[in-house]
């Protein structure tokens, strides 16, 4: 039977399955207090939860949820990283903190509800942020009508120029 510390992590662990855009399974055995400590705050700073969880309410939680596959990602120790708003933001939080330290290794990934494999990883580190998405697309959509008002611009400004040139020959 169950306990109802169990229990109650097991419907926590549900409802934050549901609700996330990402999930990052990862190995952090390794890492000393101090690190865990840094990459929480760092987590943390970017709006993702790091919750250290056991294999099988993780498991449970994820058929509650419907989401199949996640059995080979749930080996050994497992912490997973939760981003509720930018599903990429768990992954430049873990690819910046690795540049110093070996782990987190991520063990597979689970982005708005299909199942990935760690060796995916490096692929949705390096995809921009939803913010740097609308950013270069309104870059895109402005660029031509800067053009547009420039040449609108431009050539209201070279017919001023001729009717000046004509209006001076006529009166010489």
């Known amino acids: 039977m169950p306990s109802s510390k169990n229990i109650k992590q097991l419907e926590e662990l549900t409802d934050k399955l549901g609700r996330a855009k990402a999930i990052y399974f990862t190995e952090y055995l390794g890492l000393d207090v101090d690190q865990i400590t840094e990459l929480r705050k760092e987590f943390f700073s970017n709006k993702v939860e790091y919750k250290v969880t056991k294999n099988t309410l993780l498991k449970l939680a994820a058929e509650k949820n419907n ?3 996640l059995d080979v990602f749930l080996k050994k120790s497992t912490a997973i990283a939760l981003s509720y708003d930018d599903p990429t933001s768990p992954a430049k939080v873990i690819k910046n903190f690795t540049k ?3 782990l987190p290794q991520v063990k597979g990934i689970v ?3 299909n199942v990935f494999d760690g060796s995916e ?3 949705f580190a ?3 942020s939803k913010e740097e998405s609308l950013s270069k697309l309104i870059a895109l959509l402005q660029s031509p009508l800067t053009k547009l008002v420039w040449t609108l611009n ?3 400004s070279n017919l ?5 040139n004509l209006k001076e020959n006529k009166s010489n």
Request: no cysteine; hydrophobic share 30%.
């Open 126 to 128: 390096d995809a921009p």
């Open 160 to 164: 001023g120029n001729v009717l000046n």
């Open 121 to 123: 990883f490096k692929r």
């Open 67 to 69: 989401l199949e596959g």
């Open 100 to 102: 110093e330290n070996d």
């Open 111 to 113: 982005f708005e509800g």
């Open 154 to 156: 431009s050539s209201m």
